[in-house]
T-cell receptor, first 115, second 114 residues
Framework: DVKVTQSSRYLVKRTGEKVFLECVQDMDHENMFWYRQDPGLGLRLIYFSYDVKMKEKGDIPEGYSVSREKKERFSLILESASTNQTSMYLC??????????????FGDGTRLSIL | GENVEQHPSTLSVQEGDSAVIKCTYSDSASNYFPWYKQELGKRPQLIIDIRSNVGEKKDQRIAVTLNKTAKHFSLHITETQPEDSAVYFCAASNTDNAGNMLTFGGGTRLMVKP
């Protein structure tokens, strides 16, 4: 069974801090994704990566950056946290292997509060 | 880019009744449409998906229909049970986009009353 692990379930940070959210998957998936989930807005894609050191902007990349130094790990970075980044953050991964539309597998999420 | 709209945002049904959730999409090139279920405090999980080469797919009490001409697809749950209570998300994807990127709808909170 696919395991996507996010480093924290709950996190409280202060405005202006640099925040790191970590995600690890154990299935050798090529694709990894970061979403934020807000009520009524569904899941909005922040960034995704289809290979080590590769990254692509999603729909709402402003204020965020990402890092993928190893295939299994994908990090989301809030460069200078602001209160409007208080949200639930979900990581996901999916297999590529030349076959499109493989299911995305999600982590449990990190509920981030910026005070 | 793709835009996916989902209705209704909340849906309350009596146990045993059917529930229908509808989504529309804007990009005619989209060809993959998954549905995810997220129970309270848990991760979203894929429950069913459909590709554009078929019009309907069933899995026990759930089914999905796709109308490519009208650019809409729907989730149907029959004989609803309390454990069906959750938030359901539809999504759309174009196989040509890098990384199999999904665009999600806003979600539907389904409540099944015993």
């Amino acid at each position: 069974d696919v395991k996507v692990t996010q480093s924290s379930r709950y996190l409280v940070k202060r405005t202006g801090e640099k925040v790191f959210l970590e995600c690890v998957q154990d299935m050798d998936h090529e694709n990894m994704f970061w979403y934020r989930q807000d009520p009524g807005l569904g899941l909005r894609l922040i960034y995704f990566s289809y290979d080590v050191k590769m990254k692509e902007k999603g729909d709402i990349p402003e204020g965020y950056s990402v890092s993928r130094e190893k295939k299994e790990r994908f990090s989301l970075i809030l460069e200078s946290a602001s209160t409007n980044q208080t949200s639930m953050y979900l990581c996901a991964s999916s297999l590529w292997a030349g076959i499109p539309n493989q299911p995305q597998h999600f982590g449990d999420g990190t509920r981030l509060s910026i005070l | 880019g793709e835009n996916v709209e989902q209705h209704p945002s909340t849906l309350s049904v009596q146990e045993g009744d059917s529930a229908v959730i509808k989504c529309t999409y804007s990009d005619s090139a989209s060809n993959y449409f998954p549905w995810y279920k997220q129970e309270l405090g848990k991760r979203p999980q894929l429950i069913i998906d459909i590709r554009s080469n078929v019009g309907e797919k069933k899995d026990q009490r759930i089914a999905v229909t796709l109308n490519k001409t009208a650019k809409h697809f729907s989730l149907h749950i029959t004989e609803t049970q309390p454990e069906d209570s959750a938030v359901y998300f539809c999504a759309a994807s174009n196989t040509d986009n890098a990384g199999n990127m999904l665009t999600f709808g806003g979600g539907t909170r389904l409540m099944v009353k015993p």
